[in-house]
Structure formats: C-alpha cells, structure tokens
C-alpha cells in the first residue's frame, strides 16, 4: 500500500490517505487518483510508512526521511516530512530530519527498562528527569 500526505497551507500536512499499489503505480498515479476521488486539486506528496529518520526499516530505500503524520511539515529543500518541534531548546538534525534535545538522554538499564521507568525531557532546567515506575 503506498500512502500520501495531503498539504494544506505552509506544507501543513492535514491528512494521510492509503492507496493501493495497483493504482499508485507512480506518484503521480497516486496523485492523481485522490483528487479525481475528493474532486479536488489539493497537493499530495507520498510518505513511507517504513522510514523514520533517513533509514527504511525493512532496509528498503528510505523516502523523505519520515512518515508523514497530521501536523508534520513537508520541507520541499530537503525533500523531507519533519514532525512540530517538541521544545523550544531541541535542534533539527540535518541528517535524519528529527528533532534532538540538546544533551544526549542518558540510558536506561535493564532493570530499569522492566520497571517501565524512563527519562523525561525538563524544557525549564534543559535536562531530563528520571521517572521512576517501580
């Protein structure tokens, strides 16, 4: 199944249709197909669903570094879907096309991890928490 990203204004993506295969033969076939069903002229752009970060997950060739989702912007320069900014402190990274914090999230051990316990980003003090769920 290929997938789309309706863009509204600013590159806003508003939505994500599925078509299938047999008719999204191209992108512009996909394209093409959901305006003729919405009777519509909007801008779509294909996402895949398998690639997050520049990297496909079934080692496929990634397409525009991340699944679309509702909210996401696509960046016709880097030919890339790019999720809202978590925090007024993260950084694009260049490469991936994801947002990072500016200090590296400390991890978590096993024990931890089976505690369900997990680190959570301070915007105020520019660190991150630990949540213990133990």
């Not at 599925?18 to 959901?34: C, H, K, P, W, Y």
């Not at 669903?49 to 960046?75: E, W």
């Amino acid at each position: 199944m290929a997938h789309f990203a309706k863009l509204g204004v600013g590159n806003i993506v508003e939505t994500v249709e599925v078509v299938s295969n047999d008719i999204a033969t191209t992108e512009q076939a996909g394209m093409d197909f959901l305006n003729n069903l919405y009777g519509s002229r909007d801008v779509w752009k294909q996402t895949s669903y398998n690639t997050v970060g520049g990297q496909h997950k079934l080692c496929g060739t990634p397409f525009r570094k991340n699944f679309a989702g509702i909210g996401y912007q696509y960046d016709q320069t880097r030919d890339a879907f790019i999720s809202p900014k978590p925090f007024n402190s993260w950084l694009l990274n260049e490469d991936t096309c994801l947002w990072e914090a500016p200090i590296p999230k400390p991890t978590l051990t096993e024990e931890q991890l089976q505690n369900a316990s997990r680190y959570v980003w301070n915007e105020e003090n520019q660190t991150w928490d630990f949540v213990d769920n133990s």
